[in-house]
Nanobody
């Protein structure tokens, strides 16, 4: 059974850093594109960063030069390194694994940026 489990969220001051992890099981991990989404209160879910099965990365403009997505196919884990965090980054962050029309989602991890 496919499962994605996120961790690493928490409360951090503006300018701080967090690293989110997403451990996958039950899927052919290296054949999936991996995405991090976020959803703030009263807002639509937003695609933040992606890393393809081939390692190509993409970011939404608001996080470029601050966030880094990566993957470890041996550990079947995706990461999102978040630096210089801002209050507007506050949201629930979700890991997504996508291959053609198949999608798997994690349960989400809360990130709160506040002084």
């Amino acid at each position: 059974q496919a499962q994605l489990v996120e961790s690493g969220g928490g409360l951090v001051q503006p300018g701080g850093s967090l690293r989110l992890s997403c451990v996958a099981s039950g899927i052919g991990f290296n054949t999936y594109d991996l995405n991090w989404y976020r959803q703030a209160p009263d807002k639509q879910r937003e695609l933040v960063a992606s890393v393809s099965s081939g390692g190509r990365t993409n970011y939404v403009d608001s996080v470029k030069d601050r966030f880094t997505i990566s993957r470890d196919n041996v550990k079947t884990t995706a990461y999102l390194q978040m630096n210089n965090l801002k209050p507007e980054d506050t949201a629930v962050y979700y890991c997504n694994a996508q291959r053609f029309v198949t999608n798997y989602w994690g349960q989400g991890t809360q990130v709160t940026v506040s002084s």
